[in-house]
């Protein structure tokens, strides 16, 4: 079965650091993988999505993120972090070959960003 | 730009209780999808939706709850009889290349 494994329940960088939130997953076939982030008391907004064509994504707000195959790693970047990107952020899958289906999420990591 | 909006933001029921939650997807989608995140868990897919019926369910989604589409544009999702496990932040999803997620609605059962 599919699943999705985010190391680290909670990243505190300061600002301007860069930030690094880490994403794992299982599958036998490469999945359609998306980063989402949760600010507090809103939906889950999509950041990026990895759909088999570039390795490297990049997203909104100046978040990236690379697929490694030899890793089965998604992790997200972004050089230098910004006090208005203190959220919860969730990798997600979906192993359809589509981007349709159901989503697998990780347990998800908070994001704080020190002055 | 379009979003998906659910109501209401917040629920209070007695266990025991009949609860809707209810959506309005975006306009053009056709996929339609709940999932749940109760506190300090994973967020779960609950069911997807197309074409007026069920394409998938978790074993999350038993007798319980069931799902409709009554006006071709709200997609609701009720829960028969409450449990306390039940409480939980429920999202509402549509899907056009990517899944827009709602706001959600935050059920607490007592």
């Known amino acids: 079965a599919q699943s999705v494994t985010q190391l680290g329940s909670h990243v505190s960088v300061s600002e301007g650091a860069l930030v690094l939130l880490r994403c794992n997953y299982s599958?036998?076939?490469?999945?359609?993988l998306f980063w989402y982030v949760q600010y507090p008391n809103q939906g889950l907004q999509l950041l990026l999505k990895y759909t088999s064509a570039a390795t490297l994504v990049k997203g909104i707000n100046g978040f990236e993120a690379e697929f490694k195959k030899s890793e089965t790693s998604f992790h997200l970047t972004k050089p230098s972090a910004h006090m208005s990107d203190a959220a919860e952020y969730f990798c997600?899958?979906?192993?359809?070959?589509?981007?349709?289906?159901?989503?697998?999420f990780g347990q998800g990591t908070i994001l704080t960003v020190h002055p | 730009e379009p979003e998906v909006t659910q109501t209401p933001s917040h629920q209070v029921t007695q266990m025991g209780q009949e609860v809707i939650l209810r959506c309005v997807p975006i306009?053009?989608?056709?996929?339609f999808y709940w999932y749940r995140q109760i506190l300090g868990q994973k967020v779960e897919f609950l069911v997807s939706f197309y074409n007026n019926e069920i394409s998938e369910k978790s074993e999350i989604f038993d007798d319980q709850f069931s799902v409709e589409r009554p006006d071709g544009s709200n997609f609701t999702l009720k829960i028969r009889s409450t449990k306390l496990e039940d409480s939980a932040m429920y999202f509402c999803?549509?899907?056009?290349?990517?899944?827009?997620f709602g706001p959600g609605t935050r059920l607490l059962v007592l």
């Open positions: 306009s053009n989608h056709l996929y």
């Open positions: 997600a899958a979906n192993a359809g070959g589509t981007s349709y289906g159901k989503l697998t």
């Open positions: 999803a549509s899907h056009q290349e990517t899944q827009y």
């Open positions: 599958s036998s076939v490469p999945p359609y």
